[in-house]
């Protein structure tokens, strides 16, 4: 059983290979920004990867990025490197098993008590739901000249997170992702009133959320051209 485990494992790895190999080679670099909750400071808080191709890998290393933060938007370096990952995976072979196989030619860096390599007792709660997109936005960046021909244009660049909820007679919390558009491809549009990238949910049925809470909803629907133009559109938001 260990011996196909580990046959897995390789054919995975030598995919991902075989699709890195014609890739050009080189080290492009890219810079992206959060905004900040502190009124004392910058109020942007800058992402930068160096994405370097080379030999059979890549190697993403996060110098430069600023240091982690009093709010709730640091990374532990587990989500930097599932979205380093990510984009590997949409550039290269997608079909490829997913198992560690497939990720033995990606190499991630990123200094510890950065945004994106954050150290205890730093809040982590939005890492995972903001910065996570942002992460995959400044790969993709880095990675728009060399790769022209299939980096997508950046989507919302958010998990678009909302909470409603009420004290009183009758108690309640509502937790909701909504949809946005996908960046458009040099090849066809982004496609509208969808989660993209880092995010793994779909949204509440409004006939659900209305029979469980006292919620009512007057208009679901999508923001027409808010994708903006160009030869090939972005997906419109809702």
């Known amino acids: 059983l260990r011996a196909h485990g580990d046959a897995l494992l390789d054919y995975a790895e030598r995919r991902v290979r075989a699709a890195i190999q014609p890739l050009p080679r080189g080290t492009w670099t890219a810079d992206e920004f959060l905004e900040s909750a502190r009124s004392d400071r910058d109020s942007r808080i800058r992402i930068r990867a160096e994405v370097s191709i080379g030999g059979s890998g890549f190697t993403i290393d996060f110098g430069g990025t ?44 990123a200094e510890e008590g950065s945004l994106v390599r954050a150290r205890s007792p730093a809040a982590v709660a939005a890492g995972n739901v903001e910065t996570s997109q942002r992460i995959v936005d400044v790969i993709f960046r880095a990675l728009a000249e060399p790769l022209a021909d299939r980096v997508p244009a950046q989507s919302q660049g958010t998990m678009n997170n909302l909470t409603i909820g009420a004290a009183g007679r009758r108690p309640f919390s509502y937790y909701e992702t909504i949809a946005g558009g996908e960046g458009a491809l040099p090849f066809r549009d982004g496609m509208s009133g969808v989660h993209t990238h880092m995010t793994n949910t779909r949204n509440t ?5 209305e029979l469980a809470y006292p919620l009512r909803i007057e208009e679901y629907r999508l923001i027409p051209a808010s994708g903006g133009g160009g030869l090939h559109a972005g997906g419109d938001g809702v």
Request: hydrophobic share 40%.
């Open 66 to 109: 600023d240091r982690q933060v009093d709010g709730n938007v640091n990374a532990p370096l587990a989500v930097t490197v599932s979205a380093s990952y990510y984009v590997v995976r949409c550039l290269t072979d997608p079909d490829a098993p997913r198992n560690a196989g497939a990720y033995r030619p990606v190499r991630v860096l």
């Open 205 to 209: 049925p409004v006939e659900a959320l």
